[in-house]
């Protein structure tokens, strides 16, 4: 993409369509022709100045998503194209972050994206069936089914009293989101770990991180544990912290010449 005008173009009809989509402001269509053309003009000087490489292509989305955008789409896709732009190696030379700090960035974004949108979804009342359960045995320190759960009780019980926040039920609701958001994190630092470990470069392992996180976190089943009361969230937070303990153990080199130590997974 480097010195040709698929930048400009993008950067041109990504504007016209900002213009068209802006709310009680009819805009002629003389007017968003022209603002495309000069917009598509500035991004292709900008270009020849500056190549932009493939993190021009987060402007793809504005032209192929089918509904209208909010502003909250719109400054997300703006701050994602800035972001990667910022991340990648111009003609060699190295980013503007270090990889440590730009794995950091990454968890951040992980954290805050995902802690939001939990606390957003959050369930805030009592629940049936085995939830309801939960919320009933950990606020009076009871005793739930086989095989009675005593950690989580404990735990829940505790998460109660400290936090005081709505009722119990809320609570117990609550204690799900940073089990869940810690789970992803440790399950993106466990792929970008793996994926550096198999000969990827940090840039691309730290994307198959985040889009790790991603598709589990946005999975409806993982996405419904996160926000409720119940066992099975203590139960893959314990996995992904194995699965992030396991990884480190292997790229620190300390099985040997076993398979995993020599970077195959099988």
């Known amino acids: 993409m480097r010195?040709?005008?698929?930048?400009?173009?993008?950067a041109g009809l990504g504007l016209a369509r900002f213009l068209l989509e802006i709310p009680d402001a009819p805009v002629p269509v003389p007017v968003i022709l022209a603002v495309a053309l000069g917009g598509g003009v500035a991004g292709f000087l900008l270009a020849r100045r500056q190549p932009s490489g493939w993190p021009a292509l987060v402007l793809l989305i504005p032209l192929l998503w089918p509904w209208r955008l909010s502003p909250t789409a719109w400054g997300s896709i703006i701050a994602l194209w800035g972001l990667l732009e910022i991340l990648r190696e111009k003609d060699g030379r190295p980013p503007l972050l270090s990889d440590r700090w730009a794995d950091r960035l990454a968890d951040i974004a992980v954290l805050v994206l995902f802690s939001a949108l939990y606390l957003a979804t959050l369930s805030h009342d009592v629940l049936p069936a085995d939830s309801g359960e939960f919320q009933l045995v950990a606020a009076l320190l009871g005793v739930a089914h086989p095989p009675g759960y005593p950690l989580y009780t404990m735990a829940g019980h505790l998460f109660i009293r400290l936090v005081p926040i709505g009722t119990p039920a809320l609570r117990l609701n609550l204690m799900s989101v940073p089990m869940a958001v810690v789970t992803l994190l440790w399950t993106a630092?466990?792929?970008?770990?793996?994926?550096?470990?198999?000969?990827?470069?940090?840039?691309?392992?730290?994307?198959?991180?985040?889009?790790?996180?991603?598709?589990?976190?946005?999975?409806?089943?993982?996405?419904?544990?996160?926000?409720?009361?119940?066992?099975?969230?203590?139960?893959?937070?314990?996995?992904?912290?194995?699965?992030?303990?396991?990884?480190?153990?292997?790229?620190?080199g300390k099985l040997g010449n076993g398979r995993l130590g020599n970077g195959r997974l099988g």
């Open 189 to 252: 630092r466990a792929t970008r770990l793996w994926a550096r470990h198999l000969g990827a470069s940090p840039l691309l392992a730290r994307m198959g991180g985040v889009a790790a996180a991603l598709t589990l976190g946005s999975a409806t089943t993982f996405w419904a544990q996160a926000t409720t009361a119940n066992i099975r969230m203590p139960t893959i937070f314990f996995a992904a912290l194995a699965l992030y303990a396991l990884a480190r153990f292997a790229v620190a």
């Open 3 to 10: 010195r040709t005008p698929l930048y400009s173009v993008l």
